[in-house]
């Protein structure tokens, strides 16, 4: 560069340099109103002139952040988790780290939730009542009603939108279960993935479940590749690791930036898998059987102040066995199941434990509110009542006779099984309570526990907190912790109303009444009303009875009301409807006008085979009969052509390598589906009837290498839903074999699984094959054609 224009370089530095020590500092931004969401974008407010030296001096204009002061947020939630499952709450299952967290703050005994899993997440995230985000069911099951079609509106912004849009940096690892099923494709819309509602990153799975050691994951809006997972992989611990890291990386770079960190396990819902070490810890703890579990957890809470001292232990309900009545080999079973489901318990509280460590180990850890519910709903009766090697057998609406179980018994907590505990121990789960999950007309369903710890805000020591609350009530509490008003609106859309209130009344004043006075209940028909201590439930269904053959209900309005004064009676176990009828009365019309208010209207009932199949809902596959997919396409199973129920044909067109093999196609996992590949130089088809059954279809002869199609043609039988038909395999259009399905399911292969073409993602299919057997031919297009 000519000497010359160096020093016009350093000229123009020296006269911008003259000019900053002479401009004053620019004015001061006005104040902001957060009530608007997104915050304006602050601007450069000084003078401007036509040159520099007429102008104020340059400053870049300060972003709005936080409130100063305002703490981190961790927000974790463990999956269906009873009252009386972990020693913080009285239960046999040792939960060190959550016993620590509450012993620097708070245990509250009479915090709710909704009583199933995706309305709990969408009430937990928006703070607005299930119904009003469209969440009365679970994403699997949505329907056409406004409350119940699981499409969460732009009208009820999550708090993590709401923190993020106020300076604080946002994750979520773990279990989402609020984006619609249809919309979970790589069409989108994503405005309903986690990514979409606030977090600026995810990493979990969209679901209800998925394997703890073969996980269907997905990283933001992209599914996770397979990766080779170490020997000792667990998802909890994945999760773990990947929060505690998310962290550490944003403090090292801003240290004074606050986070909200959201931490959902998939533990402990089913499958209940743990690491062999941990379920061996509890051998022989639970010989005893559920009823005397619930004997001697319920002494345990009142010697520790848990529940009052006058609690009674509420009756086994209509369906659930006496432990005496097993058999020796039933208890064997069942004993081994609530080992392999305690292990799958302290194992999680040991990862969630890594991660509040973690946090509280960083210069600002005492500034982080960690606000931990235990359970988005009671112990989950999905397992019937001698417990199942696959809890998808109930999902096809099907009984399991369970013979098999004896035989694998040790296997049990391990990848090969979805195994699933008796209902019994989900009624143990909840002591002192009655009933379960997906039964909100009982506490057994709805009281979970909840602890909260602040070090620089209070420090609790320990101590119980007995005001009413709900699972509404944590966004406004996060809210005030924070220094933010609820939002009116968001991104221009003006904002429904927060349904909860804050808790933080309650820190510091153990005696302050409750001010969450009023909360409805429903779901699948079980409903409830809450007023100033009284509780008036109704319960439609369970179950259990379906497993009893108790003929269900086929109206929502024919259901019995009860009434319980829970101030006198903690634990909901004496009926006072015939005393109190003027009050019953009251409060049913109490909970009618909440329904309405809350748009939770019509009250619907069991969710059936269509709910399941999603036949209703929306869906870029209805109306279509043929198919072609790319090789490496990934889609959740209910966004795949469904083959389920009839006829069907699939065609790979492909060009052989000497030793190709591998998958072609194949939808669902061990729980249940069907997979095409080539292995051995071989062709082969196999359906998996819910691991009980695997079918299998084979070619004798090894592939000609010129093959351009191979095919595989179902015969469906016909005569309703789950009936078996003829596979035939095809190459080039000729016949290479053919074999009988004497079953096929008539609703879903798994919750997580996905349709996959040219691998097999998250668990296999078939024993044959290790996932994800990536096809190592060339496959140029795969084509499904359903028949009428």
Partial sequence: MPIHKNLCCLASILALLALATQATAAPAQPALDRSVLPLPQARFVGKVGRYPAESDRPMFPAQPGAPKGAPNVVLVLLDDVGFGQTSTFGGAIETPSLDRLSQQGLRFNQFHTTGLCSPTRAALLTGRNHHSVGSGKITEMASGYDGYNSMMGRDAASIAQVLRHNGYATAMFGKHHNTPDWETTAAGPFDRWPTGMGFEYFYGFLGGETSQFEPTLYE?????????????????????????????????????????????????????????????????????????????????????????????????????????????????????????????????????????????????????????????????????????????????????????????????GSARHNNHFPYGWAWA??????????????????????????????????????????????????????????????????????????????????????????????????????????????????????????????DPSLVKWELYDLKRDFSQSRDLAAREPARLKAMESRFWAEMRTHGALPVTGVNTVEDMTGVYRPSYTRGRTRFAYPSGAQLPEINGPSIKNRSFRIDADVKLQPGSEGVLVAEGGRTGGYSLFIKGGRLHFVYNFLDKSHYQISSLETLPAQVRTLSAAFAYDGGGAGKGGVLTLLADGKKLAEGRIDHTLPARFAFTESFDVGLDSGSPVSDAYAAPYRFSGRLDQLRVELMP
């Fill in 220 to 412: 933001n809006t992209r599914p996770v590749a397979e990766q080779p997972r170490p020997a000792d992989y667990h998802l909890s611990s994945d999760l773990a690791s990947r929060a505690i890291d998310w962290v550490q990386q944003l403090k090292s770079v801003a240290p004074d930036k606050p986070y909200f960190l959201y931490l959902a396990p998939g533990a402990t819902h089913a499958p209940h898998h743990a690491p062999r070490e941990w379920i061996d810890r509890f051998k022989g703890r639970f010989d005893a059987g559920w009823d005397e579990y619930r004997r001697l957890t319920l002494e345990r809470q009142k010697q520790m102040g848990m529940v009052p001292a006058d609690t009674q232990l509420t009756p086994r309900p209509e369906g659930i066995p006496a432990w005496d009545s097993l058999s020796a080999e039933q208890k064997r079973v069942a004993a081994r199941m609530m080992e392999v489901f305690a292990g799958f318990t302290a194992h999680v509280d040991h990862e969630m434990g890594r991660v509040v460590e973690a946090v509280r180990s960083l210069p600002d850890g005492d500034n982080t509110l960690v606000l931990y519910v235990v359970g988005d709903n009671g112990g989950s009766a999905e397992g019937g009542p001698m417990g199942t090697l696959n809890a998808f057998t109930l999902y096809n609406g099907m009984r399991d006779d369970n013979a098999e179980l004896l035989a694998h018994l040790d296997e049990l």
């Fill in 429 to 554: 789960m909840n002591t002192p309570f009655p009933w379960y999950k997906m039964v909100p007309s009982h506490l057994g369903a709805i009281r979970n526990g909840l602890v909260v710890s602040w070090p620089q805000r209070f420090s609790g020591q320990g101590q119980v907190r007995s005001q009413f609350h709900h699972v509404v009530d944590i966004v406004p509490t996060i809210l005030e912790a924070a220094g933010l008003p609820a939002p009116k609106r968001v991104d221009g859309v003006e904002q429904k109303p927060m349904a909860g209130v804050s808790m933080a009344y309650a820190f510091d004043q153990a005696d302050a009444p409750s001010r969450h006075r009023t909360q409805y209940f429903e779901i699948q028909g079980n409903r409830a009303i809450y007023h100033d201590g009284w509780l008036a439930s109704a319960k439609f269904y369970a179950i259990s009875d379906f497993f009893t053959g108790r003929e269900p209900l086929t």
